[in-house]
T-cell receptor, first 116, second 110 residues
C-alpha cells in the first residue's frame, strides 16, 4: 500500500483565496482525521470521519473551514477565504480503529500551507 | 475535556537513557500511544499501551499507569537519529477523538 497520500505538498497563496487540501487514506481504513500543526498550538484535531461520516468537527476553527469525505478513498479540507493565520502544516491520517492495530494512526506527508 | 502534558524539551548524550513523561487529564480512553516526528516529517507510530505496565519494542519501551494518570516513553542506547519530537496520544472512549500531547523535543548530543 502507498500509505496516506496528501496533495499538494506545499501551497502558497494570497490572503482571501480559496485553498483545497486533498487526502487519500489507506485502503480499508474506515476512519480519517485532519490535523493542523503549528509551533504555538501543536497538533490540533480539526475534524474526523468514520465510515465517511463527519463525527466531530468541534476542532474546526471557524466557518471558513469545511471538510468533506464523498467516498471511502477521498477527503478534502477547504479554507475559504484563507488568512495568514491559517499558515501551518495540515496532516491527514487514517486508521482502521479495529483491535489493537486500529489504535495506530498512519499519517500522510502533510501540506505546508503559507498564506501571504 | 482532555489534555496531555509533556516536557517541552529534553537533552541527552549518545548512548544514554532518557525518559519522556506524559501526564493526562481525560475521563476515559482506550490506551496510550507514542509517536515520533522528525523535523519536516510526519508523525509515525512507535508504541501502544492498552493495559497498565511496560511494553518493550527494541530500544524503546513505554509505560502506563491509569491510576496515576501517567505514562512515559523510555529510549535506551540513544542514537543521533533519535533526535526528534515525541508525542503521547489517546483515543477518547466516549467521542473516539484521537488527541495528541503537547510534544517533547529530544536533542541527542554527540
Amino acid at each position: 500500500d502507498a500509505g496516506v497520500i496528501q496533495s499538494p505538498r506545499h501551497e502558497v497563496t494570497e490572503m482571501g483565496q480559496e485553498v483545497t487540501l486533498r487526502c487519500k487514506p489507506i485502503s480499508g481504513h474506515n476512519s480519517l482525521f485532519w490535523y493542523r500543526q503549528t509551533m504555538m498550538r501543536g497538533l490540533e484535531l480539526l475534524i474526523y470521519f468514520n465510515n465517511n461520516v463527519p463525527i466531530d468537527d468541534s476542532g474546526m476553527p471557524e466557518d471558513r473551514f469545511s471538510a468533506k469525505m464523498p467516498n471511502a478513498s477521498f477527503s478534502t479540507l477547504k479554507i475559504q477565504p484563507s488568512e495568514p493565520r491559517d499558515s501551518a502544516v495540515y496532516f491527514c491520517a487514517s486508521s482502521s480503529l479495529r483491535g489493537r492495530e486500529g489504535e495506530k494512526l498512519f499519517f500522510g506527508s502533510g501540506t505546508q500551507l503559507s498564506v501571504l | 475535556g482532555q489534555s496531555l502534558e509533556q516536557p517541552s524539551e529534553v537533552t541527552a548524550v549518545e548512548g544514554a537513557i532518557v525518559q519522556i513523561n506524559c501526564t493526562y487529564q481525560t475521563s476515559g480512553f482506550y490506551g496510550l500511544s507514542w509517536y515520533q516526528q522528525h523535523d519536516g516529517g510526519a508523525p509515525t507510530f512507535l508504541s501502544y499501551n492498552a493495559l497498565d505496565g511496560l511494553e518493550e519494542t527494541g530500544r524503546f519501551s513505554s509505560f502506563l499507569s491509569r491510576s496515576d494518570s501517567y505514562g512515559y516513553l523510555l529510549l535506551q542506547e540513544l542514537q543521533m537519529k533519535d533526535s526528534a519530537s515525541y508525542f503521547c496520544a489517546v483515543r477518547d472512549r466516549g467521542t473516539y477523538k484521537y488527541i495528541f500531547g503537547t510534544g517533547t523535543r529530544l536533542k541527542v548530543l554527540a
